[in-house]
Structure formats: C-alpha cells, structure tokens
T-cell receptor, first 112, second 112 residues
Framework: GDSVTQMEGPVTLSEEAFLTINCTYT??????LFWYVQYPGEGLQLLLK?????DKGSNKGFEATYRKETTSFHLEKGSVQVSDSAVYFC???????????FGKGTLLTVNP | NAGVTQTPKFQVLKTGQSMTLQCAQD?????MSWYRQDPGMGLRLIHY???????DQGEVPNGYNVSRSTTEDFPLRLLSAAPSQTSVYFC???????????FGPGTRLTVT
C-alpha cells in the first residue's frame, strides 16, 4: 500500500537557522505530494504541493522538490522564524482519488 | 465564506454513549472526509464521501457511521463510545482533482 515516512521530531531550532524535514514515500501509482502545516490549536492547512517529478513546490519561504528517483519530498527553509513553530505533515495522494496518506508529523519549535 | 466548520470543539463522553460530530462546508466541494489524529500516528482516514448519497470506508472505520444527504453536511456518528475513540477529529473537504483538502478546526473528544 501507500505510505509516508518523515523524520521523527521534535526538531528545535534557533531563529534564522536552516530547516530540513525529510520525507520519503512508497506509492502504488504516481502520487501527488503535499506538505501540510498545523499551527497550535488549529486544523491542517496546505503549505505546498508538487504533482510530478522534478516539480518544486514553494510557499512562505518553504520549498520541497519532488524527487522520483529517491522517492523523496524533503521540506526546506533557509531561515526559520518563531512563527514557523508548528507540526508539519508530509502527505501523498495517488490518482486524484481524494484520499490523502499522511506521515506521522514532525513538531518544529523555533526559539528566539 | 466560512470554509469548513465543525461542532462541538470539545466533548466528553462516557463509555457507551452515542453522539454526532457535525461538519459543514460552504465551498460546494464534492469530496468530504473524516480523519482522526492521535499522538505519534499522524492522521488516519475514517470515512469519506465523493458526493451526496455516496460514502465509503477509510482506514479506521470501525465504531463510526456517516451519511451524506446534502453536499454541505457530513456528520460523523459514534454509536457506542469507547476510550479508544479518544482523539482529535478533523473534517476536510476538497474539490475535484486538485488534491488540496481544506480542514476544519477539529473536535477534541474524550471518552471516559
């Protein structure tokens, strides 16, 4: 079946540090890939997405590149802020079947 | 445009009680779904619907019922609550083909 593996947290960084959260996947078909973010006390919201190999999704300074050869979709940001503190979920969807498969989430805490 | 709304925000039930978690969306989305979020488990799909009158099971459907009589509403019914159903429940909706799902703010349910 389909699955997503992302790095275990929690991740604690100082403001302006570089962030990488690793995500790898296995899929029965050709997936679309997503990063969702959950701020404290809120629901999830889409951060970025990529729908085919070598696509780069980007939003709010975050980036992730769809790497088919390594089945990866790592999230990066060059300089994190305290306001980026949240839980980040990698997810995939195969064939527009509406069903998202999520990783377990990575808690990021950014200290001033 | 309220997006996806969920009620209640918090609920405490005793084992064996029944209740309905409400979900509504005003974006005319065909697809709606229910997830549960547990620590260290990510989000797991309970039930989903691709349109009014059509529902199907997700990954963890046992103990839950759904129906979809209108495009806007997708209630989740717990028939006989168990402590294992203590969780945070999220409703989400999506339109055709985008892969992007919009999440409600969640319902935190405790079963004692």
């Amino acid at each position: 079946g389909d699955s997503v593996t992302q790095m275990e947290g929690p991740v604690t960084l100082s403001e302006e540090a570089f962030l990488t959260i690793n995500c790898t996947y296995t899929a029965t078909g050709y997936p679309s890939l997503f990063w969702y973010v959950q701020y404290p006390g809120e629901g999830l919201q889409l951060l970025l997405k990529a729908t085919k190999a070598d696509d780069k999704g980007s939003n709010k300074g975050f980036e992730a590149t769809y790497r088919k050869e390594t089945t990866s979709f790592h999230l990066e940001k060059g300089s994190v802020q305290v306001s980026d503190s949240a839980v980040y979920f990698c997810a995939l969807e195969v064939g527009s079947n509406y069903k998202l498969t999520f990783g377990k989430g990575t808690l990021l805490t950014v200290n001033p | 445009n309220a997006g996806v709304t969920q009620t209640p925000k918090f609920q405490v039930l005793k084992t064996g009680q029944s209740m309905t978690l409400q979900c509504a969306q005003d974006m005319n989305h065909e697809y709606m779904s229910w997830y549960r979020q547990d620590p260290g488990m990510g989000l797991r799909l309970i039930h989903y619907s691709v349109g009014a009158g059509i529902t199907d099971q997700g990954e963890v459907p046992n103990g839950y019922n759904v129906s979809r009589s209108t495009t806007e509403d997708f209630p989740l019914r717990l028939l006989s609550a168990a402590p294992s159903q203590t969780s945070v429940y999220f409703c989400a909706s999506s339109t055709t083909g985008t892969g992007e799902q919009y999440f409600g703010p969640g319902t935190r349910l405790t079963v004692t």
